[in-house]
């Protein structure tokens, strides 16, 4: 199993990007995926998840900003990101909970990471 992230990039503050993660290879099916980033010197943070029947979860510092969604026939998560700040600059990693195959225990999986770089 693969995941692709795209759609990082250098933006100006109260701007926006979407980024984008795709999940490849045998895959039965997916439950949680989610976005983390990490900010150089800091510990990775959650920042949005969302379960396969839609459940949501956003950190606090960017409810009201992100929006998370996915298409599950896609296997692909996306992270709408609008009035953006300086404080949100980081490597942004996607995540997914998968099963190889039906009835297997689901395992996290993780993207490379796409850079998000917000100037003041």
Do not use: H
């Not at 997916?30 to 459940?55: C, D, F, H």
């Not at 026939?73 to 099963?99: F, G, H, I, S, W």
């Amino acid at each position: 199993v693969q995941l692709q992230a795209s759609g990082g990039g250098l933006v100006q503050a109260g701007g926006s990007l979407r980024l984008s993660c795709a999940a490849s290879g045998i895959i039965s099916s997916i439950n949680i995926m989610g976005w983390y980033r990490q900010a150089p010197g800091k510990q990775r943070e959650l920042v949005a998840s969302i379960t396969r029947g839609g459940s949501i979860n956003y950190a606090d510092s960017v409810k009201g900003r992100f929006t998370i969604s996915r298409d599950n026939a896609r296997y692909t998560v996306y992270l709408q990101m609008n009035n953006l700040k300086p404080e949100d600059t980081a490597v942004y990693l996607c995540t997914a909970d998968v099963a190889m195959f039906s009835g297997n225990a689901y395992r996290p999986y993780w993207g490379q990471g796409t850079l998000v770089t917000v100037s003041s």
